[in-house]
């Protein structure tokens, strides 16, 4: 059983250097996502429901969550949401639960999720300190999806919604017919945040797994998934570090919401 690849960094240039070192033997742009929480799993919002676990649970939840979307969001918008692709990379965006997964090509805006997303608590002193480790995973994507579609001789790479292998993974009302494994996926450019954040995804199939247990028990190639952590005691001046570099809440989020949380920081107010 293969073991996903672990690494620890206590400063943004051996990040860097571990990135770099990384992005040179894969066989395209590597992905990442950052999370707050080195204990968060690969696991997307609509297969973390607390009740429903099933295939045929989370196909039903899936087509609820789609009509009451389209219905209900029609004062809000101006598009026509018939595509299923364009429905749920919609949804993703608002944070309706999707089986979709978001990553970054970009690996100093998932270090920013990671840092600033990471848990704060409050300290006797004043000080900001945090609760735990935060992460970052890299994804291979084009290793990963040749791996995961091995049973149907796939040998492309990253895909797109037009491409006749993601047919497998379109929402049903059951998901009887659909690839048992997440594959990497592009996705529409819905908003200038994605944009900004440079999005792109995984999309989840019947495996309801997180993909660091997929990549354990299907035997996936060991160099397609690794996980940097980031113990607490570093998140501080890491964070301070990026911030210095630019990679602002203004910069990750270029929208009023963004440019607000950077005020706020700046001027002392942390929640």
Same mark, same amino acid.
């Given at each position: 059983m293969a073991t996903v690849?672990?690494?620890?960094?206590? =400063?943004?240039p051996q990040y860097l250097e571990l990135v770099e070192s990384a992005q040179t033997v894969a066989s395209q742009s590597i992905w990442y996502r950052g999370c707050g929480s080195a204990a968060r799993s690969l696991l997307p919002s609509l297969y973390r429901h607390?009740?429903?676990?099933?295939?045929?649970?989370?196909?039903?939840?899936?087509?609820?969550?789609?009509?009451?979307?389209?219905?209900?969001?029609?004062?809000?918008h101006n598009r026509s949401l018939m595509d299923d692709w364009d429905a749920l990379f919609f949804m993703q965006h608002y944070g309706v639960p999707t089986r979709l997964l978001d990553w970054t090509e970009n690996p100093l805006i998932a270090l920013h999720f990671a840092l600033m997303g990471a848990t704060?608590?409050?300290? =006797?002193?004043?000080?900001l300190a945090f609760a735990s480790d935060a992460?970052?995973?890299?994804?291979?994507?084009?290793?990963?999806?040749r791996h995961a579609l091995r049973h149907v001789s796939f040998e492309g790479g990253v895909?797109?919604?037009?491409?006749?292998?993601?047919?497998g993974y379109q929402p049903t009302p059951k998901f009887a017919g659909?690839?048992?494994?997440?594959?990497?996926?592009?996705?529409?450019?819905? =908003?200038?945040r994605i944009v900004a954040q440079q999005g792109v995804f995984t999309i989840f199939g019947r495996n309801a797994k997180p993909m660091e247990q997929v990549f354990k028990t299907d035997g996936f190639?060991?160099?397609?998934?690794t996980k940097i952590t980031m113990t607490k005691s570093v998140i501080l001046p890491m964070r301070k570090s990026l911030l210095n570099h630019g990679i602002t809440e203004s910069v990750v989020f270029p929208d009023l919401e963004g440019l607000a949380r950077e005020i706020k920081r700046v001027c002392g107010f942390e929640d």
């Open positions: 690849r672990k690494e620890k960094v206590t =400063s943004l607390i009740r429903l676990k099933t295939p045929e649970e989370l196909a039903d939840l899936e087509r609820q969550l789609m009509t009451r979307f389209r219905q209900r969001s029609i004062p809000y704060r608590m409050a300290t =006797s002193s004043g000080r992460a970052v995973w890299m994804l291979d994507p084009v290793t990963w999806n895909l797109s919604p037009d491409d006749e292998a993601i047919k659909m690839h048992n494994q997440p594959v990497a996926l592009y996705g529409a450019h819905n =908003s200038a190639p060991a160099e397609c998934l």
